[in-house]
């Protein structure tokens, strides 16, 4: 008798059956626990992952969508074309309705993009994907709407998979009660414990099968895969690779996040490009494979998921050769570099799981090939602050571990802020690099593609920016009912209309 | 229950340590307590000296090995971490931090409590009032924001933070002491000697600090316990011990994701964080009834009263 | 009596004043909330204009002139993080809060003095020894282990009770028995000290001498004189959970004060840090108020 045999017997003859069960409750309503609470519940913050799964294409829906499978894909637009100058138009889906019975049009839409940009709030959308780009809406007519953007965007219809649509009425400041043209509805939030989101009858689209969604939040990793065994929840995406040792109900996707040490090359030994190969032939990257890191998780060559166009398949990761790095740094000491001073590696704690044991393995891999380093884990704060510009004047060498995220299928969104000389996290100036970023941003099609490549290639091999380490994956565990398969989008929504029954 | 105390067998010819070893030796628990903290003692002294290099260096390949094989040598008995280092080994060089960092807070806590208690029990008004309303702000003030303002301000060390840790547990010393001596100021005993002329000082260290000892004590071992555990939720924050050094706390924190895959990574070091405080407690009850005159007898009598 | 509590309103007023400045000083010292509220990619602009929304690029001191001048107009400003007033927020947790401390010390008091009342009345023997190894047990071991272990077992194995969450009375069982287990190992452990020194005292055995059962001798006349530290310590327990009751509160996902304050912190959201301290300070004087007028009641020679 397996485990989920026993419980559901003992459940069938314990008094506590009827006392926790959820009443009533009909077979397509379902339970999401979620690893944190949501800190708010406003539409222009759904670029954060777990409001995201809330909101995203449930309550709120954008213009465009990117799928992991199609690519990007029509939403509440119908199309759009590149008007030439900067300026992108897009057609409306006619005849969507709002949540509150108020139709979709331009002005919605003119208002959603001057909201997540406007002064009176901090949208978390605004800063992440329209910062230092100035977006001018225009309507055209109900259905029709221009977007000049300063300086031109090639992506910028990408840019609006971001954008969550909220009524004209929609004031300046966070709301409580988010009004979509999604398919569900807000029906109850009970600050700290549950939300609740209802199928709405009016939805333009296809009507899902999902009719009523409970989203719970724990923060405990363990408790929320016993969530699912129990059937207090059918759906947990996050849990710990540990907890995932069920085939019929843990999934693991790739999650869009890639971890690496951020080399400051500002300060020697860090701006000595034979120092820089052999950090990253010291490090036994296999060794963590299966171990401290999941199995799936895949080496990186680049600071973008695989999925990312540019993604160049022609690199390969540095191999672990001891021996050559010791090779290396004894060339380097020769020519007069400080090998021996003290590096500081710098971790994040809580960062992603084992993130502490991580920081030592690689601490003693590094020590092993005759690195000397300090190693210092801090909380986010802190941490922020060290990693992105400005730099403290005397700060030492120093080895900073992070991890990113770009979900969004063009390196635009990284390679910026992280190489170029004035991003916020670039511990690199190079002309080259610098050059190709800004020809790659500004190109399109083919070409753009081509320029990416081009610029890891150079970053990995010749310039060895980083020590990149594992493109990762997250674990889901889905009830047995469900026909649900968690995908690199997992980490940012949670579409309910995808979720059907068996 | 024996209803009148029994004569004290006359200590004629007996030296006191060799009266207090037949004391101990009459508490089997207390004996074997006594015997763990010196081993545990010892670790401390000499664990970071003799197995340093054994407890530190990492073997991916043979993380989370299970407990009780002794194929891969005595150190991995107890079974080995996340990075494959042998936990036992780890253990006994983390004594030396844990013991430092506990025995540091908890005695400083202890002193300047107590300290403070004495003096706002037994000083009237104006003085005892500022005390305890201190004492107020002090439990309401969150741990974790001083660690932080600390971290902010100062580096990170085990000085620092000892000071943390024995700031928060500082008013329980105070408000128990002196609630203790409120009620021992009013007792005949205290009220005689006044009468007698005893001066505040004599009075206080004389007849009211050995009557509240033995309450301070059993609250400040198991606020070893206590301080052990607060310990590591601070490393979190990168205040304090930090990896690669390591404490009790810290292995039993960074374990707790295993909990239910390798149980043995947080056990081993939390059931040395209960046997020490369990040690700790059995010895300071059976030296309060081995200190006290008046039930002495309990342990020199041995087994006759049980 | 009237005059005792007067006073010591307006001390506790004063000291909840200093404690109120001296956090929101402090807090500041721990750096900017702007880096950890905006994407790791926001620009200097975003930045720019986070602090000016949330009046972090004013001085301290004017900062602090503006948040006294709400605060005596009863608005405690608008949390960060939540976009709602820090206020309602807190109060919502700590009513949470309050509730759990209430319930698990209601059932501590109770079952500590019992038992070790009882391990007192004959010290060394069976049942003194099992209270005892027990009660330092719990007392020592990590809680989160004791959390994890009773929802692997009681929930997932025998399904007796839901895992976690706050629906139902059977939501509250673990987490009351989970943080149950300490401060009852603790208080146990210095009523069974204090009862021991109370029974050897003179007042004991006068009434002893004078013919008093055992029974009543234990629970009445020694109990009522060991009660003092007891209180005392019941008091800082007590307190420590008014504070919140972290590890329950994560394991369980209950929305206590004690994840909302640590929350606050690392994020630096002062206005919910500076409310949420007000709130469970409030409750910490008054209940140590409580316990200053217990110890005259108790013991009739003690007078303020």
């Avoid at chain 1, 036994?284 to 998780?297: K, M, N, Q, V």
């Avoid at chain 1, 570099?337 to 971790?347: F, H, M, R, S």
């Avoid at chain 1, 996290?425 to 099609?445: F, H, N, P, V, W």
Wanted: aromatic letters at 8%.
């Amino acid at each position: 008798m397996t485990m989920r045999n026993l419980t559901a017997c003992l459940l069938g003859t314990a008094f506590a059956v009827t006392a926790f069960a959820p009443a009533y409750a009909a077979d397509t309503d379902i339970i999401i626990v979620l690893n944190e609470e949501l800190e708010s519940i406003d539409p222009c913050m759904a670029s954060k992952s777990n409001i995201g799964r809330v909101i995203l294409q449930n309550i709120s829906e954008t213009m465009t969508e990117l799928s992991p499978t199609e690519g990007l894909k029509p939403r509440l637009a119908d199309s759009w074309e590149d008007m030439g100058d900067g300026t992108w138009r897009f057609h409306l889906h006619p005849g969507v309705t709002f949540s509150d019975g108020t139709t979709l049009d331009a002005g919605d839409v003119k208002h959603s993009m001057e909201r997540v940009v406007s002064t009176k709030i901090s949208c978390e959308i605004g800063a992440k994907y329209f910062g230092g780009i100035k977006v001018t809406p225009t309507v055209v007519d109900d259905l029709t709407i221009d977007l000049k953007a300063d300086p031109p965007q090639p992506i910028l219809p990408l840019l609006m998979s971001t954008l969550t649509i909220v009524p004209a009425e929609t004031p300046e400041e966070f709301v409580q009660n988010p009004i979509g043209t999604g398919p569900y509805v807000l029906t109850e939030w009970k600050a700290g414990q549950s939300i609740v989101l209802d199928r709405r009858d009016d939805y333009w689209g296809a009507e899902p099968e999902v009719t009523k969604a409970t989203y719970l939040f724990r923060t405990d990793d363990a408790v929320r895969a016993a969530m699912v065994k129990t059937g207090e929840a059918d759906i947990s995406p996050v849990i710990s690779e540990l907890d995932a040792t069920d085939p019929a109900t843990d999934f693991s996707y790739p999650n869009s996040e890639t971890t690496y040490l951020r080399i400051d090359q500002g300060v020697a030994p860090l701006d000595d490009v034979r120092v820089r190969k052999a950090l990253n032939m010291a490090i036994d990257r296999d060794a963590f494979l299966g171990t401290l890191i999941p199995s799936d998780a895949i080496k990186a060559t680049a600071l973008v998921p695989p999925s990312t166009i540019g993604w160049n398949p022609d690199l390969t990761p540095t191999a672990y050769d001891p021996e050559g790095a010791k090779a290396l740094l004894a060339e380097a000491k020769a020519d007069g570099v400080p090998v021996d001073a003290e590096i500081t590696l710098i971790g994040r704690t809580g960062n992603f799981p084992n993130v502490t044991e991580v920081m030592e393995a690689l601490q003693q891999m590094l020590g092993d090939v005759g690195f000397n380093t300090k190693l210092e884990m801090y909380e986010t704060g802190e941490w922020v602050d060290l990693y992105s510009q400005p730099f403290a004047e005397d700060r030492g060498p120093q080895l900073i571990e992070a991890m990113h995220d770009n979900a969004k299928g063009d390196p635009v969104f990284t390679m910026y802020f992280k190489y170029a000389c004035d991003g916020l996290q670039s511990g690199m100036c190079d002309e080259k690099a610098e050059d190709l970023i800004a020809r790659a941003t500004a190109a399109t099609g083919d070409e753009r593609a081509a320029l990416w490549k081009e610029l890891f290639a150079y970053l990995h091999d010749d310039v060895v920016a980083d020590v990149l380490l594992f493109h990762m994956v997250g674990f889901s565990r889905v009830s047995e009912r469900l026909d649900f398969k968690p995908t690199i989008n997992t980490n940012s929504e949670l579409q309910l209309s995808q979720i059907k029954f068996k | 229950m024996t209803e009148t105390t029994p004569d004290v067998p006359s200590a004629a010819g007996q030296s006191r340590f060799r009266r207090l070893a037949a004391m101990l030796w009459a508490d089997k628990f207390a004996l074997v307590a006594m015997i763990f903290l010196i081993v545990v003692l010892l670790c401390a002294i000499l664990g970071p000296m003799l197995l340093d290099n054994l407890a530190t260096r990492q073997n991916l390949r043979g993380r989370n090995a299970p407990p009780f094989d002794l194929t891969r040598g005595w150190a991995f008995v107890l079974g080995a971490d996340a990075l494959g280092r042998p936990l036992l080994a780890r253990i006994i060089v983390a004594a030396r931090n844990t013991i430092m960092v506990a025995a540091g807070a908890v005695a400083c806590s202890l002193l300047i409590g107590a300290a403070l208690g004495l003096v706002a029990g037994y000083s009237r008004r104006g003085l005892s009032q500022a005390i305890m309303r201190l004492a107020d702000v002090i439990m309401s003030f969150p741990s974790l924001l001083m660690a932080v303002i600390v971290l902010y301000m100062l580096s990170a060390s085990v000085t620092n933070l000892i000071i943390v840790l024995a700031i928060t547990r500082i008013p329980i010393y105070l408000r128990t002491t002196r609630a203790e001596v409120l009620e021992l100021r009013e007792r005949m005993f205290v009220q005689a000697a006044l009468v007698m002329g005893a001066s505040a000082r004599r009075i206080v260290f004389r007849h009211i600090l050995p009557m509240v000892l033995p309450t301070l004590l059993t609250i400040a071992t198991l606020d070893f316990a206590f301080v052990m555990l607060a310990e590591s939720s601070l490393s979190f924050l990168g205040i304090g011990i930090q990896p690669p050094e390591i404490t009790w706390g810290l292995m039993v924190s960074q374990g707790r994701p295993y909990l239910t895959h390798a149980w043995w990574l947080s056990f081993w070091p939390g059931l040395a964080i209960i046997l020490t405080t369990l040690s700790l407690n059995l010895l300071s009850n059976w030296m309060r009834v081995a200190l006290d005159p008046a039930q002495r007898w309990r342990l020199e009598m041995g087994k006759k009263n049980d | 009596m009237k005059t005792f509590i007067r006073k010591r309103a307006v001390a506790s007023g004063l000291s909840l004043i200093g404690l109120i400045v001296l956090v929101f000083f402090l807090s500041r010292l721990t750096g900017d909330p702007t880096s950890l509220y905006l994407p790791v990619d926001a620009s200097l602009e975003s930045r720019e204009q986070f602090r000016e929304i949330h009046g972090l690029n004013d001085p301290i001191l004017v900062q602090f002139f503006h948040y006294a001048r709400d605060v005596l107009s009863l608005d405690f400003g608008d949390s960060i993080r939540k976009a709602r007033p820090a206020l309602q927020v807190v109060l919502e947790a700590f009513s949470w809060t309050l509730t759990l401390a209430a319930v698990t010390m209601l059932l501590v008091t109770v079952a500590a003095i019992i038992f070790g009342a009882l391990a007192a009345s004959r010290v060394g023997g069976v049942f003194d020894r099992i209270a005892t190894f027990f009660s330092l047990i719990g007392a020592s071991a990590p809680d989160f282990w004791i959390a994890i272990v009773a929802i692997v077992f009681f929930s997932v194995y025998l399904g007796w009770v839901p895992t976690s969450g706050t629906g139902t009375v059977w939501h509250w069982i673990l987490p009351v028995a989970v943080l149950f287990i300490r401060p009852f190992g603790l208080i146990l452990q210095v009523v069974r000290g204090s009862m021991i020194s109370s029974l050897s005292s003179a007042y004991v055995k006068t009434a002893r001498a004078k013919g008093v059962g055992p029974r009543p001798i234990i629970f009445v006349h020694a109990l009522r004189n060991a009660m003092l530290p007891v209180i005392t310590v019941i008091g800082d327990q007590a307190a420590g959970m008014l504070n919140g009751a972290v590890v329950v509160e994560t394991i369980f996902g209950f929305p206590g004060v004690g994840k909302l304050m640590i929350d606050s912190i690392l994020q630096r959201d002062f206005a919910v840090v500076l409310a949420s301290i007000m709130v469970t300070a409030m409750a910490i004087f008054i209940m140590n108020l409580l316990i200053d007028l217990s110890y005259a009641v108790l013991d009739p020679r003690i007078r303020y």
